[in-house]
């Protein structure tokens, strides 16, 4: 059974940055896709960025583009480094795992077999 666990999230000011983990139990990492997702109150679900381990494959929402970097030690965790950090950034950030690089877009929520529970990630001065 996989099981997901996000953590680094907490209270930074603008312009600060955070690293995020997410460690992945019940599933090898090196051949799969890995998505951060994050929810602000009030708002849907967004897919923030993606990581496909088999062969590096990564793709970022344009808000993030420039500031935001995913990795993955290809072993249980994968990582969300977010720098330049702003309010506009404030959200539950969630890892999501695919194990069947299904041939649907990263964006659809439906794609994915096992979410973490969150990690509140939290921009104010």
């Known amino acids: 059974q996989v099981h997901i666990v996000e953590s680094g999230g907490g209270l930074v000011q603008p312009g600060g940055s955070l690293r995020l983990s997410c460690e992945v139990s019940?599933?090898?990492?090196?051949?799969?896709?890995v998505a951060w997702f994050r929810q602000a109150p009030g708002k849907e679900r967004e897919g923030v960025s993606l990581?496909?381990?088999?062969?590096?494959?990564i793709f970022y929402a344009d808000s993030v583009k420039g500031r935001f970097t995913i990795s993955s030690d290809k072993a249980k965790t994968a990582y969300l480094q977010m720098n330049n950090l702003n309010a506009e950034d404030t959200a539950v950030y969630y890892c999501?795992?695919?194990?069947?690089?299904?041939?649907?877009?990263?964006?659809?929520?439906?794609?994915?077999?096992?979410w973490g529970q969150g990690t509140q990630v939290t921009v104010s001065s």
């Open positions: 999501a795992l695919d194990v069947a690089d299904r041939d649907e877009s990263w964006l659809d929520l439906g794609r994915y077999d096992a």
């Open positions: 019940g599933f090898p990492l090196d051949h799969c896709v």
């Open positions: 990581i496909r381990t088999n062969d590096g494959k």
